[in-house]
């Protein structure tokens, strides 16, 4: 979302930090938590190797997902489900979850939270795997809307309530 003079104009909002220590465990809330550049979230499933995923070569470093996406969702926009899906930020499995930033936009863009500097890398999609964490239809509903996987390129410590600017 360039502005008139071609930079970025968004400014966001870390809102939530969890993370899990391993694969399928309950996602643990944190006020904040040191980003290792290269590895993830200290005391994360991916940072240690345990992820689901973690045997597969995409980046997965950290994963971020919009507050405005869950909200949607809590208001059945658009109608996919029978009715408005609930899902709490500690329930999408995703590390950090914002508002205000436009993650679709984010892929090979450089942005910082806090002292960190992360690189959107892929779109996330959604899986099966959530679904049956949560014995819930996720699957359509957040497919196209299931947040960014991003490197972390400069290490260091992060906050709810920093800001999320480009770079």
Same mark, same amino acid.
């Given at each position: 979302m360039p502005?008139?003079?071609?930079?970025p104009h968004w400014r966001g909002t870390l809102?939530?930090?969890?993370?899990?220590?391993?694969a399928s465990y309950e996602m643990e809330p944190l006020d904040e938590a040191t980003l290792i550049a290269g590895r993830g979230?200290?005391?994360d499933?991916? !940072?240690?190797?345990?992820?689901?995923?973690?045997?597969? #070569?995409?980046?997965r470093d950290v994963t971020l997902i919009e507050i405005e996406v869950l909200e949607a969702l809590a208001r059945n926009d658009p109608p996919l489900?029978?009715?408005?899906?609930?899902?709490?930020p500690g329930q999408h499995r995703r590390n950090l979850t914002v508002r205000g930033v436009p993650l679709a936009h984010l892929v090979g863009v450089r942005f910082r939270?806090?002292?960190a500097v992360l690189r959107g890398a892929r779109l996330?999609?959604? !899986?099966?795997?959530?679904?049956?964490?949560?014995?819930? #239809?996720?699957?359509?509903?957040?497919?196209?809307?299931?947040?960014?996987n991003c490197a972390i390129e400069q290490g260091g410590r992060i906050r709810v309530g920093d800001r999320i600017e480009p770079l």
């Open positions: 502005g008139d003079d071609g930079t809102l939530h930090i969890h993370v899990a220590q391993a979230i200290e005391g499933r991916y !940072c240690l190797g345990t992820g689901t995923y973690s045997k597969l #070569p995409a980046v489900q029978d009715a408005p899906l609930l899902i709490d939270i806090g002292e996330s999609f959604p !899986c099966r795997y959530l679904e049956q964490l949560l014995g819930r #239809p996720v699957y359509q509903p957040l497919y196209n809307r299931s947040g960014i």
